[in-house]
């Protein structure tokens, strides 16, 4: 048996062997040609810590197994597709591995499978895998795009060429498998071993003594279990880089996680410059609460150093930053602002009824069970002007307690875009939106943690474009896309929740539960 040594890298050698055969030996065929291919697989194993090609440091490689293949699993497209990534193909390995060519080194070879007599063509091999006895993955051809494919000569997929009568012999480099590394090889591997994969998504602040905030450079590990001495199951880090004005900006890091049945236990440890500003344990239901429609993903947000936002969600139950989760109470100031410009004045009647009896039912024990202090605490206001974040903004007041600030609204046409169907993310902003967008943020950024909430109702009226128009921009606005990234926009702020799409004339209750939900979403506890 061919045996590996730990911690050293290895390069296997697959050689796809492609022996003909006429179709008189495989009648299932019926494809208009005479003859059909037949593959098998060869392995060699080479030493890949002599390979001056290897761009990794040593202590940064894979560990290698010592177990001997088995069998492998095998993903072919082309004119037959072979196997798919959710049921591969299985084809057994021959235990008796011998040097067939002479070079020193021993070859393992597939056995013999019906399933892969192919009828000639252009074929891609998409995956290929080796397993030993035990059902461990232990060797893998890398894919195209992971951090992982600089590792070998040609990252999957791979083109083949398969003709009719033709030996042909390709080679196909795999690298040991190592679970410590499981998310850079290019798959979601527990998709492949029948385990469904949640996305999650982390993005981070890192803010200064003044409270500066700042695109985090950050790192994170992750275990199965509930502290670090399980399975690892992700480690990597963000990329932050600088865009042609200067200003650093870095996309949300997505990983992959395995969700089994019942509850799934995470651990994690997210690190700025050698100190772990985050850890603790998060489970599957709190990744898929951050989950938005049936393609969407929101990330979680962390803010560290001396920011005074919390993270959001708060998975860890204290805010991130240790601090306690926001409340409402006797000085808690809720503003419910209503759009009063003409187009959804039917909203107008159920938020005042809702204001005035089921939302105080729901609130007043928190207001002490005191009638007056509610009255006078929570209102609904029209405001015509269609200027949201000055709404956001509490036109400017700073009342003592904290504040929930509250808009629903359908459009803001002229305001801060237009009415044009060809206005997108990418139209300039306007003279209105710049300001006040500019001056919400530098409120923001002098609250005390905790002092201050915000909400954005996107109330779906129809038939016009500037109501399309309005969700794009606070679509954009939410995510810091287009014109609307870094401090054009809210994405690196995590005092706000947004929702979309919502019934404008609909009844006092449904309103009742949109914001209660919202609230309990931003963290308070009702």
């Known amino acids: 048996m061919k045996r590996f040594r730990h911690y050293l890298m290895y390069m296997a050698v697959l050689s796809l062997v492609m022996v003909s055969c006429s179709k008189d030996e495989n009648p299932g065929v019926v494809d208009g040609t005479d003859e059909v291919a037949t593959l098998s697989f060869g392995a060699v194993v080479n030493d890949l810590i002599k390979n001056s090609a290897t761009k990794q440091a040593l202590e940064d490689i894979p560990e290698c197994s010592e177990e001997a293949p088995a069998y492998v699993h095998v993903v072919l497209t082309g004119p037959e597709d072979v196997g798919s990534m959710e049921d591969p193909l299985v084809v057994e390995v021959n235990p008796t591995p011998g040097d067939y060519d002479n070079d020193g080194e021993d070859e393992y070879f597939t056995e013999y499978s019906s399933d892969l007599e192919l009828i000639p063509g252009s ?140 509850q799934d236990d995470y651990y994690i440890e997210i690190t700025i410059d050698g100190e772990i500003v985050r850890e603790g344990t998060f489970t599957d239901s709190d990744v898929k609460e951050l989950f938005d429609g049936e393609d969407a993903v929101d990330y979680y947000h962390f803010f560290a150093g001396s920011c005074s936002s919390g993270d959001t969600p708060d998975i860890f139950g204290d805010n991130g930053n240790g601090g306690p989760p926001p409340v409402i109470d006797q000085d808690t100031e809720i503003y419910i602002y209503f759009d009063s410009s003409g187009s959804m004045n039917s909203t107008l009647s159920p938020l005042q009824t809702m204001r005035n009896t089921l939302l105080k039912d729901a609130l007043l024990p928190l207001y002490g069970n005191d009638e007056d202090e509610y009255d006078a605490k929570v209102r609904v206001i029209e405001n015509g002007t269609e200027g949201t974040f000055d709404m956001l903004n509490i036109e400017g007041d700073t ?116 914001l209660v939900q919202t609230l309990q979403d931003l963290g308070y506890d009702l």
């Not at 003592?400 to 600030?405: E, H, R």
Request: net charge negative.
């Open 123 to 262: 074929y891609s091999l998409e995956y290929f895998a080796v397993y030993d006895e035990n059902d461990n993955l232990i060797w893998v051809a890398p894919g195209a795009g992971s951090p992982m494919e600089d590792w070998v000569d040609m990252a999957l997929p791979m083109d083949i060429e398969l003709g009719a009568g033709v030996k042909k012999y390709v080679d196909v480099t795999v690298l040991c498998f190592d679970d410590r590394m499981v998310n850079l090889y290019g798959y979601q591997f527990f998709d492949i071993e029948g385990v469904e994969g949640i996305e999650l998504c982390i993005f981070g602040n890192w803010c200064d003594e003044s409270g500066r905030h700042y695109v985090a450079d950050y790192s994170v590990n992750i275990w199965s279990g509930t502290d670090n001495t399980g399975d690892v199951l992700y480690i990597g880090e963000n990329e932050v880089e600088t865009d042609n004005a200067g200003d650093e900006y870095s996309d949300p890091l997505c990983l992959f996680l395995p969700d089994g049945e019942g």
């Open 399 to 514: 009342p003592d307690g904290n504040v929930i600030a509250v808009v629903f609204q359908d459009e803001a046409e002229t305001t801060y875009h237009s009415g044009q169907a060809i206005w997108d993310e990418n139209s300039t902003r306007t003279a209105n939106f710049d300001n006040d967008m500019s001056v919400l943020r530098g409120r923001l950024a002098s609250f005390p943690m905790n002092y201050y909430r915000g909400i954005i109702f996107q109330v779906n009226t129809q038939g016009h474009p500037a109501f399309d128009n309005f969700e794009e921009l606070i679509h954009a606005v939410e995510d810091g896309t287009g014109n609307y990234s870094g401090s054009n926009g809210l994405s690196d702020r995590n005092e706000f929740a947004y929702v979309y799409e919502v019934n404008g004339g609909d009844t006092a209750q449904y309103y009742t539960d949109l």
